[in-house]
């Protein structure tokens, strides 16, 4: 008995092994036609079990990733409600059979419904985005840009806010070739972010400045910052820090999305955060001109 502890197990019997090729063929066969949980038997110690494990693993893998995306379209339908909520509430103080309030009332209605509507325009625009960025749909159009116009227009959409926003920008101009489109939106998602994570009233300044070879576009805010465990998992898709999710509503796909923009310019974005703090996010794209003259 002793002798035999090391040896290799013997193989299975040469007829067991159409039958167990058969239950994996019928476990591939029952996942394809869509029972999920389908898992191959894993008896024995040769090549098919090799098989039946790997197709098992695989099984799980998937499961898993359509847990998480179940619970991604679970949370965005939840994240919607609250805005759309808000909007049936205030269109109702709209309806036909009632009178309409004063003129100053009427407009912070409308405010408020401008405000829900593009909340619930740009989750959706997001969950669109990583379509198409996922897609490799990512073609740059690229134009000679001064990146202080990029700014100095973003800033501008974001003006009528509660926020007080600063911008601060160089005499010089900042060129860069960029697709101006996708450059916005990063900087939209960069400022929207420091807005959402932050109380009304708070600054949120955006510098433009030339860093060597680089223009770095600096986007900072004194809100409720980032641990910096979570610092690291920021640019993972769907990632939601758990300090700032329950302090506004969102997908976890802007800087996701922000980032692969980013790169496919060839540039990165920097963070530095504190908790409780706030933040800062630095898009750094190449200049247009190289170096600056010393
Ligand atoms: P969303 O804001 O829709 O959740 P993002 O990809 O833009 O998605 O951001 C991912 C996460 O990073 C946010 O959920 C939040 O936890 C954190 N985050 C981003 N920007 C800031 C910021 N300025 N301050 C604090 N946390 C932030």
Redesign the pocket.
């Known amino acids: 008995m002793e002798a035999a502890r090391g040896a290799a197990p013997p193989l299975p019997r040469a007829r067991e092994r159409p039958r167990r090729a058969d239950a994996i063929r019928a476990a591939i066969d029952r996942y394809g036609a869509g029972s999920h949980d389908a898992r191959a038997p894993q008896g024995g110690l040769d090549e098919l079990r090799e098989i039946a494990v790997a197709f098992n693993e695989m099984a799980a893998a998937l499961a898993e990733q359509r847990k998480g995306q179940l619970g991604i379209l679970a949370g965005v339908a939840h994240d919607l409600r609250n805005p759309l909520a808000a909007l049936k509430l205030t269109v109702d103080g709209l309806r036909p059979d009632r009178p309409l309030p004063c003129e100053e009332r009427l407009r912070s209605m409308l405010a408020r419904i401008g405000k829900e509507a593009a909340r619930c325009d740009r ?1 959706l625009t ?1 969950l669109m985005d990583i379509a198409r960025i996922e897609g490799g749909e990512l073609d740059l159009r690229r134009e000679a840009r001064d990146a202080r116009e990029l700014a100095r227009d973003v800033v501008e959409l974001y003006r009528p806010t509660a926020h007080e926003l600063r911008l601060s920008l160089p005499e010089e101009p900042v060129p860069l070739c960029c697709d101006p489109i996708r450059i916005e939106q990063v900087l939209n ?2 400022v ?3 807005i ?3 109380p009304a009233g708070g600054a949120v300044q955006v510098t433009v400045a030339r860093v060597g070879a680089d223009v770095s576009i600096a ?1 900072s ?1 004194r ?4 641990a910096a465990d ?1 610092q690291r998992r ?1 640019f993972e898709r769907y ?3 758990p ?3 329950g302090v ?11 980032r692969r923009i980013a790169e496919a310019h060839g540039g990165r974005i920097e963070v530095t ?1 504190a908790a409780g703090r ?2 800062t ?1 630095t898009p750094q794209l190449p200049s247009a001109s190289g170096a600056p003259p010393a």
Do not use: E, H, T
């Open positions: 989750m997001d998602n960069l929207a972010n420091a959402k994570y932050s986007v805010d809100g409720v910052g980032i979570d920021l990632f939601r820090a300090s700032s999710s506004a509503p969102g997908v976890g796909l802007g800087l996701w999305a922000a955060s706030g933040s996010f």
